[in-house]
């Protein structure tokens, strides 16, 4: 971890005992150059080197399933992945197909019967989606457009390297999507029916992290301590939902990213704040700590509604300082909107919620949120 750490990539890679690996990579990586460094790394070390550079957002089932074939055929004994949550999703989908027989599909769930893959080092490139430390991939079923996700331990990679260098110069956009998807990361999983002191300790320590260095690293993209500070938080945000879990935030943001094709972050933030309003009825102790790790200024004797209140309006506040767009920037319409409310229910993280909550409830949640201002 820490500046210039990835020039140690061929080094550790040597150390797991491997002598031939696939570098993941989408075909950005390469255009700056960030790929090609580490591929020259790797080969430094002494490690041959494959390249799939065909990397798509929110990786489809059949893409994995063609660079999974490319690793068997080449007899690779280990996996690279740079880049963002794609990258290092399909590392991880590719790693469960290499020694699992294709399709992916049927490994959808918590599986704990796999056969074990190839060991993988994870270097992200951007600071939000945490999953270099998480057991899970993401995937998109082709066949019904939904996303889905394999827990596995052979998810797990067997190093990560943290080195903010990597995400230096990331534009502001892309900061702010990614930053945020890290902070509901935490949020979701401070609020979680799954929480534990572990999972807190981590969410709240990302929290504050995020609060304070998002709006300065989507400012000032060359900002080498904000740039450390946050590719740490989303790590220990990644650390915090891999133990607690996420819920609505993720259910909502599924569904919309799904059905409107707009980034990970962006989807699970535009209806964030009002989904922490809605869980602290319930939770108002640990919407509380959310809003105290913003600096809020909450009174001891607040009532749960106003917990949820102060709180939502801080969200609602980093949202404006780091520009993230509102649903009407994004050109949704109600109408639209609200046809999806059925499908959130369908996620697998709605289950999750830490209240009870009814379609109808969905749709009330997506007209407020439409109507907000940030």
Do not use: W
């Not at 700056?32 to 065909?54: H, M, P, R, W, Y």
């Not at 007899?75 to 740079?82: F, L």
């Not at 457009?145 to 067997?158: E, F, H, Q, Y």
């Amino acid at each position: 971890m820490g500046s210039r750490s990835s020039l140690r990539t061929g080094l550790k890679v040597r150390e797991l005992g491997c002598n031939k690996v696939l570098v993941v990579y989408d075909k950005g990586l390469k255009d700056v150059g960030i790929s090609d460094k580490i591929v020259e790394n790797l080969n430094a070390a002494g490690i041959e080197t494959i390249c799939f550079d065909g990397v798509l957002p929110d990786p489809p089932d059949i893409m994995i399933e063609g660079a999974a074939e490319i690793a068997r055929e080449s007899n690779i004994d280990g996996i690279v992945a740079v880049g963002g949550g794609s990258a290092i999703d399909t590392a991880k989908g590719i790693n469960v197909l290499i020694h699992n027989q294709p399709p992916i599909a049927q490994y959808f769930g918590i599986r704990n019967d796999l056969k074990p893959g190839v060991p993988m080092v994870f270097l992200p490139t951007t600071s939000g989606t945490g999953s270099e430390v998480t057991n899970m991939c993401v995937i998109t079923h082709m066949a019904t457009g939904a996303k889905n996700s394999v827990t596995s331990r052979v998810c797990i990679g067997s190093i990560a390297i943290l080195d903010p260098d990597l995400t230096l110069g990331l534009p502001s956009q892309i900061t702010a999507a990614t930053g945020f998807d890290a902070f509901c990361h935490a949020a979701e999983a401070l609020t979680s029916g799954h929480e534990n002191p572990l999972s807190d300790a981590l969410a709240r320590d990302a929290i504050r992290t995020i609060s304070d260095y998002l709006p300065i690293a989507v400012t000032d993209g060359c900002n080498s301590i904000a740039r450390e500070k946050m590719i740490i938080a989303s790590m220990l945000a990644g650390m915090a939902f891999t133990n607690a879990l996420v819920h609505l935030g993720h259910a909502f943001g599924h569904t919309i990213g799904a059905r409107f094709h707009i980034s990970h972050g962006i989807a699970c933030a535009v209806a964030l704040p009002q989904i922490i309003e809605f869980a602290s009825v319930t939770e108002s102790h640990k919407v509380r700590m959310i809003g105290e790790c913003m600096d809020v200024e909450i009174a001891k004797d607040a009532t749960p509604e106003e917990i949820g209140n102060l709180t939502s309006h801080a969200i609602l506040k980093l949202k404006k300082d780091i520009n993230m767009p509102t649903m009407k920037d994004l050109d949704f319409t109600l109408e639209d909107l609200l046809k999806i409310a059925p499908l959130v229910s369908q996620d697998l993280s709605f289950a999750l919620s830490p209240r009870r909550m009814t379609t109808s409830q969905v749709a009330e949640i997506l007209q407020v949120a439409y109507d907000a201002k940030g």
